[in-house]
C-alpha cells in the first residue's frame, strides 16, 4: 500500500540545479566545461575571512547555537551597513540573520500571508518564488514582463492585475535578466503597494554586484515592506548558507518566534565570518570589478556567436538571451551546448514557464579567461561546428 505523499510537496524541480547536475556529472566524466550556467560568484570569502573562521574553531570548536534570529553584534553589523551603504537608519532589532535568503523567504512568507492568499511577481522571475509560495498554500499571480519595462514590473502592470493580491515581490538587479528599477520605479511600487493594502517583498540579494549606479533599497520609501538580502552574492558566501531580513515593526515578533521553531539558530561559524566580511568591501568590490569585465567580453563577443537579442545587464552576473530565432526548445538547445561547444547555460523555462522555451539565461560569475574562452566556443560552434579538441587543448 503506498503512503500518502503531501500535495504541497508537488513543485516542480528547480531546473538550474538540474541543470548545474548534468554539468557536474560531464566534469566528473573529465569533460572540460566552461561554465555559463552557475548562479554563484566563482570567489570565495576574502581569504582573511576564512582566516578568522579557522581562528574561531581553534578557540571554540564547540560552536554551538545561537540566537535563532542571529548574532547581536552580526545583526548590529548589518544595521550599520544601512548607514553606510544607502544612508538609511535602521535599527538592528529589525535585523534576522536567516539561512540563506531562502531561508528569509520562508520566514516572512510565513509570518505575513496565510494560505489561500495570493502573491503577485514579474515573469520572468526567480523559480523559487513561485514554487516556495506553491508549497506554502499561496497561490502566485504571475504577470509578464519583457523589453519594453526593461524586464521589471512598473505601476501599470500591476493596475492591470485581474485579481487583487496580498504581497508583490519584487527583485533589482533582477535574475533572469540583470535590469534593475530606478528609484523613482520603486519609490512608485511602494506607493502603489502602500495604496493597495500589499505587502512589498524586495529582494535585494544581488545589491552591491552593480555596474554603473547604486541599487537603492525600499527601505527608503516604505515601512512595511520587507527586505531580504543575503551573503551569497555580493560577499561571496554561497555555501555559508546566510541571509537576512530587514522586517517592518509588525513582523519582527512573528519572524522570531517563527525562526525559533523552525530553525533554532542559522549556522554558527557562518554567522562570524559574515560579521568579519564587512570589512573586506575592497576585495569584494574587486570580485565585481571581474564581473563587470566579464560582462563587457559578453556584450561584445555575443552579437558576433550570433546572439543578438539579450537584456540589459545592469547588475548580478546574468543576461537573459532571447533565441527564438534560434530554437523552439531551449533545454535541448542548452544541452547541445554543453556536449557539443562545452558551454553550460541555463535554459529560460525555470523563469518562465510560458516562454522561457525560447530564452537562455547566461551568468558570467566566472573567471574572465573563462568567459573569453567560452565565447571564443560559442562562436565557433554557432559558425558551424566546434573543435572540442583544439577547445579543451587551448587549457
Ligand atoms: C533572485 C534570488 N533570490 C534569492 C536567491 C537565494 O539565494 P540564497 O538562499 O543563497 O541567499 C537567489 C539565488 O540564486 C536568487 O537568484
Known amino acids: 500500500m503506498s ?3 503531501s500535495r504541497r510537496s508537488d513543485v516542480p524541480a528547480f531546473r538550474a540545479l538540474d541543470t548545474l547536475r548534468l554539468v557536474n556529472e560531464r566534469i566528473a566524466d573529465g569533460m572540460d566545461i566552461k561554465r555559463l550556467e552557475a548562479g554563484q560568484p566563482c570567489f570565495g570569502a576574502p581569504e582573511k575571512a576564512i582566516e578568522h573562521a579557522r581562528a574561531c574553531l581553534r578557540s571554540d570548536p564547540r560552536q554551538g547555537y545561537t540566537e535563532a534570529i542571529g548574532m ?6 548589518i544595521a550599520r551597513y544601512y548607514g553606510e551603504q544607502y544612508g538609511v537608519e535602521v535599527d538592528y532589532s529589525r535585523i534576522a540573520v536567516t539561512f540563506g535568503s531562502s ?3 520562508l520566514l516572512s512568507f510565513l509570518s505575513a500571508l496565510d494560505v489561500g492568499d495570493k502573491v503577485a511577481m514579474a515573469c520572468p522571475g526567480y523559480a523559487a518564488y513561485r514554487n516556495f509560495l506553491k508549497a506554502l498554500g499561496i497561490t502566485p499571480v504571475e504577470f509578464n514582463v519583457d523589453e519594453t519595462t526593461n524586464f521589471q514590473p512598473t505601476v501599470a502592470h500591476l493596475e492591470a492585475l485581474k485579481e487583487k493580491v496580498d504581497g508583490l515581490i519584487v527583485c533589482s538587479p533582477a535574475n533572469p535578466s540583470g535590469t534593475m528599477l530606478t528609484p523613482q520605479q520603486l519609490k512608485d511600487i511602494a506607493r502603489w503597494c502602500g495604496d493597495n493594502g500589499v ?9 552591491g554586484v552593480t555596474y554603473d549606479r547604486k541599487a537603492e533599497t525600499v527601505l ?7 527586505v531580504l538580502n543575503s551573503f551569497s552574492k555580493y ?11 530587514v522586517l517592518p515593526e509588525d513582523l519582527t515578533d512573528p519572524v522570531k518566534r517563527l525562526a525559533e521553531n523552525l530553525f533554532v539558530s542559522p549556522p ?3 554567522q562570524s565570518v559574515a560579521h568579519e566580511v ?9 570580485y565585481v570589478d571581474v564581473y563587470r569585465a566579464n560582462r563587457e567580453v559578453l556584450l561584445r563577443e555575443l552579437p558576433k556567436a550570433g546572439f543578438t537579442r539579450f537584456s540589459n545587464p545592469e547588475g548580478a552576473f546574468y543576461i537573459y538571451v532571447d533565441v527564438n530565432d534560434i530554437t523552439g526548445d531551449s533545454v535541448e538547445f542548452c544541452r547541445r551546448m554543453l556536449d557539443e561547444a562545452h558551454v553550460s547555460a541555463t535554459p529560460g523555462l525555470d523563469f518562465d514557464t510560458g516562454r522561457g522555451h525560447a530564452t537562455v539565461r547566461i551568468s558570467y560569475a566566472g573567471s574572465t579567461a573563462d568567459i573569453e574562452e567560452a565565447c571564443r566556443r560559442l562562436y565557433q560552434w554557432r559558425m558551424g561546428g566546434i573543435d572540442t579538441k583544439q577547445a579543451s587543448a587551448a587549457e
Do not use: C, P
Open 3 to 5: 503512503l500518502k505523499i
Open 72 to 77: 547581536t553584534r552580526l545583526r548590529k553589523r
Open 103 to 105: 531561508g528569509g523567504f
Open 199 to 207: 505587502r512589498l517583498f524586495s529582494d535585494e540579494v544581488y545589491h
Open 220 to 226: 527608503k520609501f516604505s515601512q512595511n515592506a520587507v
Open 235 to 245: 560577499f561571496a558566501m554561497t555555501g555559508w548558507r546566510l541571509g537576512w531580513l
Open 268 to 270: 554558527t561559524l557562518a
Open 278 to 286: 564587512f570589512d573586506y568591501r575592497g576585495v569584494l568590490d574587486g
